[in-house]
C-alpha cells in the first residue's frame, strides 16, 4: 500500500501534492466510501471523478439503461453500451475499472426508494446527488439526516444548475431551505427546457470537490452556501446559509422522515426527457426474464442481456428488469403505462 502513496510515482501523486489533501488526506480516500445516487449525467461526472480520485469503494446505484440522446452528456458511456441496451450502473462500473482497478465499484440496477435506501448507505460517509427528481431527492435527505451521513445536492436544467452541501445536525437541510417538492408538472424538465453538457460538467465537478473535501477530513472546507449559476446569462448567485437552519424544520429539527417512512413518494415516475413512465413493485418476487422474453418474443421484437428484456411492441418500447420494474417508453400516461404492463406482462 506504502508504494501506492508514493508521491513521485503513484497513480495519485499530483493530487497528494496539493497540500490541503496531502498524503494523509490520500490515505482516507482510499479508505471511505461513497454512494453516487443517479447515473445519468451528473452521476457519470461524479463517479469518474472519484474513481479517478481514488475513492476507496464507490457503490453506483441507478435504475435506467442506455439510450442515443444521453451520449451528448453522459461521459462514460459510449456507442456501444447503447447498442447493448446496458443498464447505466452496468456500463458505468465496466468503464471506471478499466480507469482504476485498484479500487472497488459495486454498481446497483434499482430505483433508489424507501426500502432499499438505507441499506444502499450502510458503511457510507458520503451520499451524491445525481438524480433528476425531487420525489428521490427528499428521499435521500430524509434517510441522510436521520443516519447523520454529509450529503451533496445538484441539479441542472437548461445552461442553469445548482448545488449544496449538507452535513446533518450543522447545516440546513433539503428542507429547511425548500419545505415541500414542487408540485409534479410545475417545474421545466429536460424534455422542455433541454440540458446543456457544459453545466452538467461544472456542478458535477462541484459535488465531486465537495465529496473530496468530506472524504478526505476536510469538512471544514465544504461551501456554506447554496451554489446558483448559468452558464448562458454567465451569472454566479451564491447565497449565504447563515442562520437559515430552520429550527422547527420537519426533518432536521422535528426528525419526522415521510418519504423514508413511504408516506410521502409514489411507485410511478414520469421520467424526465424520456417520453417513459417507470412502474415499480417493491417487495414483489422476482420475475424470470427467459419466461417473460419468450412470452414478448409472439408480440413484438425482442432484445435481452443479463440485466433487462426489452421488446418494441407498436409505438411502445417496455423494458423489465428482474425485481419486475418495467419502464414503458413511448407515453408519459401513467395510466396508459400501466396498462400497458397488465397486457404484456401481466399483473
Ligand atoms: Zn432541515
Not at 452528456?73 to 446496458?86: I, N
Not at 482504476?100 to 435506501?117: F, K, Q, R
Not at 429550527?247 to 418519504?259: L, V
Request: proline share 5%.
Amino acid at each position: 500500500m506504502s508504494s501506492d502513496l508514493d508521491i513521485q510515482n503513484s497513480r495519485y501523486a499530483r493530487q497528494m501534492r496539493f497540500a490541503p489533501l496531502g498524503v494523509e488526506g490520500q490515505r482516507k480516500l482510499l479508505a471511505s466510501q461513497a454512494l453516487v445516487v443517479g447515473c445519468g449525467a451528473l452521476g457519470a461526472v461524479i463517479a469518474n471523478t472519484l474513481a479517478r480520485a481514488g475513492v476507496g469503494k464507490l457503490r453506483i446505484v441507478d435504475r435506467d439503461f442506455l439510450e442515443l440522446n444521453n451520449l451528448q452528456r453522459q461521459v462514460l458511456y459510449d456507442e456501444e453500451d447503447v447498442a447493448a441496451g446496458l443498464p447505466k450502473a452496468i456500463a458505468a462500473k465496466n468503464r471506471l475499472a478499466k480507469i482504476n482497478s485498484e479500487i472497488e465499484i459495486e454498481a446497483i440496477v434499482a430505483d433508489v426508494d424507501p426500502t432499499n435506501i438505507e441499506r444502499l448507505l450502510e458503511g457510507v460517509s458520503c451520499l451524491l446527488d445525481g438524480t433528476d427528481n425531487f420525489e428521490t431527492r427528499f428521499l435521500l435527505n430524509d434517510a441522510a439526516v436521520k443516519l447523520g451521513i454529509p450529503w451533496i445536492y445538484g441539479g441542472c436544467l437548461g445552461a442553469e444548475g445548482q448545488t449544496l452541501t449538507i452535513l446533518p445536525g450543522q447545516t440546513p437541510c433539503l428542507r429547511c431551505l425548500m419545505p415541500e417538492p414542487p408540485p409534479p408538472g410545475t417545474t421545466p424538465t429536460c424534455d422542455s427546457a433541454g440540458i446543456l453538457a457544459t453545466i452538467i460538467g461544472v456542478v458535477a465537478s462541484i459535488e465531486a470537490n465537495e465529496a473530496l473535501k468530506i472524504l478526505s477530513g476536510h469538512p471544514e472546507a465544504i461551501s456554506r452556501t447554496w451554489t446558483v449559476l448559468d452558464l448562458w446569462d454567465n451569472t454566479l448567485r451564491q447565497i449565504k446559509l447563515e442562520g437559515a437552519r430552520a429550527a422547527d424544520c420537519p426533518c432536521c429539527g422535528r426528525r419526522e422522515f415521510p418519504w423514508l417512512a413511504g408516506e410521502r413518494g409514489s411507485h410511478t415516475a414520469i421520467l424526465c426527457g424520456r417520453n417513459a413512465v417507470q412502474l415499480s413493485f417493491p417487495g414483489r418476487e422476482a420475475v424470470s426474464l427467459d419466461q417473460l422474453a419468450d412470452k414478448l418474443a409472439a408480440v413484438g421484437q425482442v432484445t435481452r442481456n443479463k440485466y433487462l428484456v426489452r421488446a418494441a411492441i407498436g409505438s411502445y418500447n417496455l423494458t423489465v428488469f428482474p425485481d419486475g420494474r418495467a419502464v414503458i417508453g413511448g407515453t408519459e400516461d401513467i395510466a396508459e403505462a400501466k396498462s400497458v404492463y397488465a397486457k404484456f406482462v401481466g399483473n
